[in-house]
């Protein structure tokens, strides 16, 4: 009989909180989500050096719980910075969670959330 394989325990997703904003046509048009928090992962020796060979730069991996809004196309404000989603990997874990692989978004994109208020 194969061993089943058990979903891991997660710490909490308690390094920080984000937040996940919606881009159309270069432009951040509102805010999926405010306060997802999230768990800093480390940026593995493959991991970093297969995206420098394909041209991109990896600058963090961060858990995030499973949201149905979240979309590898989404812009993440984490400390004031915009990150793009390079690879949002789905995990298998208790809870159910996300690994997403980022790098810093230069130029920044144009923030239009606050124009619309």
């Known amino acids: 009989m194969p061993i ?3 979903p891991q ?14 881009v159309v046509k270069n432009r ?8 997802l928090r999230y768990g800093e992962k480390t940026v593995g020796f493959n991991r970093f050096f297969g995206a ?3 041209d991109i730069n990896v600058d963090r991996v961060l858990r995030l719980p499973r949201h149905p809004e979240l979309s590898q196309d989404d ?10 989603i390079v690879l949002l990997q789905r995990r ?3 809870p159910l969670s ?4 980022i790098e810093r978004q ?8 606050e124009a619309s208020l």
């Open 4 to 6: 089943s394989k058990r």
């Open 9 to 22: 325990n997660e710490a909490l997703f308690n390094d920080g909180v984000l937040t996940v904003c919606e």
């Open 28 to 35: 951040i048009t509102r805010t999926k989500i405010d306060r």
């Open 52 to 54: 420098k060979a394909a």
């Open 75 to 84: 812009i993440l404000i984490v400390d004031g910075f915009q990150y793009r």
């Open 92 to 94: 298998d874990t208790s």
């Open 98 to 101: 996300y690994d997403a692989t």
């Open 106 to 113: 230069i130029p920044p994109k144009v923030d239009e959330r």
